[in-house]
């Protein structure tokens, strides 16, 4: 089982005069399932090419295990490039076996492991087909094997989940479950934003090559502000204007939806409610992982 921590530490990237990265820091811990998210041209591919050695770091460092990551433990890392990485005129089968060998597998190991992996993600019919001849979504299925096939102690997947059937998606949902709870650090990059709430232990904002929110999906919801949503059939319109540290946020016939900032009280919202007659409804909201992302990605516009 494998027991290590995969950590990025202050990676910065520029490519010319691009910023990419700008000291990127975070760590995957051992068991748990880490959702990658941000904009186009935030820094998600770069930090994974970075973590894989198939890029270089201007400055900082990728340890797994508390060492500097080398060619030894590289290969010990499964991993899902964007720009995917099968030869397409070789068979599903055979490249496998060939690509659990060059991560160190005796042939006989890969051969089973291979099957084993070709067997579970349904592709048992198309083993011996050319990879160019499969579907998208089966050419994914194969390189999710790639990425499993040595039995890696962590994993690193690049929009895993994209151009996926929901059925597909089901599937890559329950491998990567079953890898975290082996133990093993998972992260992945996705612009699917309610399937990684759905998924992850934790998720990592990233905005301009810098991570600027990290923590469990909970976690970052309770940190997000409070909304409340009232039903008061009798109130007029504006019956929450005025309350002290309350903004309107929507109004729906007779249901109104308030943020509370830090000065204000749910409380002193329901009394208000209350005193224009009968509440039907008092709930209190978070954010979901969507809202948040685009507060996050507003700040960026308004910076
Ligand atoms: N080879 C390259 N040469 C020059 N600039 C690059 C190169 N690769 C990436 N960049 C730039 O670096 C920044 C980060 O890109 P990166 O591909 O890491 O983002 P991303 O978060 O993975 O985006 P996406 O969600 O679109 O895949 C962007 O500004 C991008 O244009």
Known sequence: MAEGVLEIDRISKRYGTVRALH?????????????FVGSNGAGKTTT???????LA??????????????????????????????????KVREQLVYLAQLHGMSA????????AWVDR?????????????????????????AALVHDPVAL???????????????????????????GVPVMFSSHQ???????????????????????????LRESGPLRLVVDAPD??????????????????????????GEDGDDQQVLAAALKTGPVREFTRLRPTLTELYRNVVSEQGAS
Not at 48 to 54: D, E, P, S
């Open 23 to 35: 000291e990127m820091t975070f760590d995957v811990r051992a068991g748990e399932l880490f959702g």
């Open 48 to 54: 994974m090419r970075i973590a894989l050695g198939v």
């Open 57 to 90: 770091a201007d400055s900082g460092e990728v340890r797994f295990d508390g060492k500097p990551v080398d060619l030894a433990t590289r290969r010990r890392i499964g991993y899902m490039p964007e720009e995917r990485g099968l030869y397409p005129k070789m």
């Open 108 to 115: 006989a190991d890969a051969r089973r492991a291979t099957d």
């Open 121 to 145: 993600l349904g592709l048992t019919g198309r083993r011996d087909d050319e990879v160019q001849k499969l579907s998208l979504g089966n050419q994914q299925r194969v390189q999710l094997a």
């Open 156 to 182: 690193v997947l690049d929009e895993p989940f994209s151009g996926l059937d929901p059925v597909a998606v089901d599937v890559m949902s329950e491998v990567l479950r079953e890898q975290s709870a082996r």
């Open 193 to 219: 934003l309610d399937l990684v709430e759905r998924l992850c232990d934790r998720v990592g904002i990233v905005r301009s090559g810098q991570l600027v929110a990290n923590g469990g999906v909970a976690e």
């Open 235 to 260: 109130a007029g319109e504006d019956w929450a204007a005025g309350l002290t540290g309350v903004r309107v946020v929507a109004v729906d016939g007779s249901r109104t939806t308030v943020e509370l």
